[in-house]
């Protein structure tokens, strides 16, 4: 509910920018802000879960240079995976059992990006990135 209170405002903030650098003749323009909107609006997302298998799908492709959001939905309390780390781009959160969580990045390289649990990422999953 929350993320979608956040996109209707992000379309505000779209709608209203454009007349905003008009009147500043394009000095104060950012580019990079109406950027990501559109590609929040576009909507990169990635459904994953854990399981008593541990983190899945894996592998799953993503695109280089474009915003990802995973959405992790913890559902079990059997395992260690209660935390998601992506050591190569400074992310951990924690999975509370059965809510999905969001994590949004922009892969920057190509190549497998490796996440996994807190504990030396003894249960894993790889993105791909393209
Ligand atoms: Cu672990």
Known sequence: MIAKTMVAALFAAAVVLPAAEALACG?????????TVAQAAQGNRVELSVTEEGFGPTPVKVKKGEPVTLVITRKTDKTCAKEIMIPAYDIEKELPLNQPVEVTFTPTKSGEVKYGCGMGQMIAGVLVVE
């Open 27 to 35: 000095k104060h323009a950012k580019p990079a802000a109406a950027t």
